[in-house]
């Protein structure tokens, strides 16, 4: 009997599983494939065979490849059966989990070849292996879900469904689950959806992880707080996907926020004569803060329906003819048309019934504290003009809000304005002196002089008009973008007197009411392919894909950077480009600054920082580390030479001498 497999024919191709034959020694090849084996991997049998190439090894999995090599190896060196595991792409892109077990063979030549028999085990993996690593022990939730603009979930543990709190399906009634698993936004609150989108395209483009914490919307309309991480990954498909796991912190979360509305409650009733906590959450209303002698002392902390507080407790009280308007006030409050996108907290000023019956002016003002829950301040409107009382009470506040001040961690500042409008900062934490453009160092000066408000305000983003506006009305709540934790942030500010016809000093107080970050900065891989256009229109690509600016100068910048091909240009020769009709002087350097940081940030978070370089204050391109239509076309080379359609920097104007100089390039 001759043992060879062209004998064997039948059997082999019939009975043995995926059988094939290795050469061994080098080039390692296959000098036989059976016929089964041709259909376990859907490719025919005339394109894996070459004597001079393993084809074999282009078929596993491309993760897998060294364990294939290690293996293959072992075999070669001991001479003995073995057996390993891993995974082959068939030809239609489907994922096979083989066991290969393979009997060596040294022939008379010399030569070694081994015999080898394929188990598909791919449903055995799927059903053992599958999320092994998170099954539903854990204490974490986990889900996978899809890379595409609204991300469908392919997989939810159970830890997650209970935290989401979706119901059991019943006859008849909607599978909140399937339809949550359908759009992966269903479940982000809809004020969080734009910061989700962001860290999903910086995880996809970086190929690296984020952690952070943020706001789940549950099933039942609540919501829940978790920290968690977002990780790019292939899945066993092939497929590219996005993978979490979170952690429910809603619990420490309430706590922490308890702590910072208590804070704040506590400055906001050295101004306001009562307070109350409106939750939509709940629809519930109830008094916070009052003076002893107030008709609303004996119902302090209690907790009643919103409907009737209001209607019992604050519209009874007021004058006849304001009924009406502060009624229509606290319905547009209840249905949410209240808070304007200027950040400026509504108010309204009526007249009420006070403690001794007399009637007086009130003003009432709605402060934000997050989606549900928002504070209702009052107080009355007195009449300061030349009053001593009010200079006692304002040297008291004075001393009130330093102790205050001393207690805050997170970002507080105060600063004293004279009847004159000048200003002199009393205390501030960093991250609120960034919020008037200064640094600390430029602050410290500040507090030993008064400044007039106009230069006082002019770094910072918020117009000189609103502050004046904050004066006037005692309360603000501006919106501004911390460069040093690249999140957009929030200032509550307050003011003690909101006369503007008075003689005694006024004292503003501004809290940050938000942490200082929405995560800490990822380092990012900076190996992105980075393409420029400059002929037509300005733009920049990862990839395929156009960098979003968030801001137009900072764009701006960065064309100007790329105009000069590698040459340093300098905060004067900048601004005179980005600001043709202004000159180089300390408001405008502190533009530039402000622009050219959101540029750093950009770049970071695109993960291509190292495009750029600054020296001293200055900036250059960096040659080496983009590709640019410019620099191609005129590097001479033929391939290029048609690149230039005769425009050029489209966006800027100052973009045409750099044109006429293309165009006699062309000539």
């Known amino acids: 009997m001759i ?12 009975q043995i599983c995926g059988f094939h034959q290795y050469v061994l020694t080098p080039p390692i090849h296959l000098n036989y494939v059976s016929h089964n084996f041709c259909e376990l991997v859907g490719i025919p049998k005339e394109d894996l065979l070459d004597d001079k190439k393993d084809l074999y090894e282009q078929l596993v999995y491309p993760a897998d490849r060294k364990k294939y090599s290690d293996f293959i190896d072992k075999i070669s060196s001991k001479e003995q059966p073995l057996t390993g595991e891993y995974r082959l792409v068939k030809k239609d892109g489907t994922i096979l989990y083989v066991r290969d077990t393979v009997t060596p063979r040294r022939m008379d030549n010399g030569i070694l070849v081994g015999c080898s028999v394929l188990t598909d085990i791919t449903d055995m993996k799927n059903g053992n292996d599958d999320l092994r690593f998170l099954n539903e022990t854990i204490p974490y939730g986990f889900l996978r879900y899809t890379c595409e603009k609204q991300p469908h979930i392919t997989y939810i543990n159970q830890k997650m469904i209970e935290l989401l709190r979706f119901p059991k399906v019943k006859d008849g009634e909607i599978d909140y689950l399937e339809m949550y698993k359908s759009n992966i936004f269903l479940m982000i609150p809809m004020e969080e959806r734009r910061r989700f989108s962001k860290y999903l395209n910086r995880v996809y483009s970086a190929d690296a992880p984020i952690a952070g914490d943020m706001t789940l919307l549950r099933c039942d309309g609540t919501r829940a707080h978790i920290f968690g991480w977002v990780t790019k990954c292939i899945n066993e498909q092939g497929k590219t996907e996005f993978q979490s796991v979170c952690m429910d912190i809603t619990e420490s979360y309430q706590e922490r926020k308890t702590n910072e509305n208590k804070r704040y409650l506590q400055a906001l009733t050295d101004v306001y004569d009562k307070i109350f906590e409106f939750n939509l959450d709940t629809n519930t209303v109830k008094c916070l803060h009052c003076d002893e002698a107030s008709y609303f002392k004996r119902f302090e902390g209690i907790a009643m329906q919103i409907e009737d507080a209001v209607n019992r407790w604050l519209i009874d009280s007021v004058s006849p003819e304001h009924q009406d308007g502060i009624r229509r006030f606290f319905i547009d409050f209840r249905q949410k048309r209240l808070h304007e996108t200027d950040g400026k907290p509504p108010q309204i000023f009526y007249k009420a019934r006070s403690t001794d019956h007399s009637i007086k002016q009130y003003t009432g003002v709605f402060i934000k504290i997050d989606e549900s829950v928002s504070f209702y301040c009052c ?30 961690s997170d970002g507080i500042a105060a600063f004293e304005v004279s009847p004159e409008g000048m200003v002199k900062p009393l205390y501030a934490t960093e991250n609120v002196c960034e919020f008037f453009g200064y640094t600390e160092e430029e602050w410290l000066p500040l507090t030993e002089r008064f400044t007039p408000l106009e230069n006082f305000v002019a770094y910072s983003e918020v117009a000189y008009e609103s502050f004046t506006e904050l004066l006037r009305t005692g309360e603000a709540e501006f919106t501004y973008f911390d460069y040093q934790s690249d999140t957009e942030r929030k200032i509550k500010a307050i003011c003690s007197e909101k006369e503007p016809n008075t003689n005694a000093p006024r004292y503003v107080m501004l809290y940050a009411v938000e942490g200082k970050t929405e995560t800490d900065r990822q380092t990012l891989p900076e190996n992105r392919t980075v393409s420029i256009r400059t002929f037509g229109y300005f733009d920049v690509f990862i990839g395929d894909n156009p960098i979003a600016f968030r801001n137009k100068k900072s764009k701006e910048l960065f064309a100007l950077l790329v105009d000069r091909k590698g040459g340093y240009v300098t905060s004067e020769e900048a601004i005179g480009f980005l600001w043709e009709d202004e000159p180089a002087n300390t408001l405008t350097l502190s533009r530039y600054r402000k622009v050219a940081l959101r540029l750093k940030s950009t770049l970071e978070e695109y993960g291509i920082s190292d495009v750029v370089e600054a020296v001293d204050g200055k900036r250059r391109i960096v040659l080496d580390k983009v590709e640019c239509d410019l620099y191609q076309y005129l590097s001479g080379k033929e391939e290029y030479a048609q690149l230039f359609k005769g425009s050029y920097l489209t966006n800027y104007s100052w973009g045409e001498t750099t044109l006429g100089e293309l165009m006699n390039h062309q000539k």
């Open 3 to 14: 043992n060879t497999p062209d004998n064997m024919e039948a059997i082999l191709n019939h």
């Open 379 to 408: 107080r009355e409107i007195k009449d300061t003009a030349n009053s001593v009382a009010l200079k006692a009470e304002n040297d008291q506040l004075k001393g009130k809000m330093r102790d205050l001040v001393m207690q805050f």
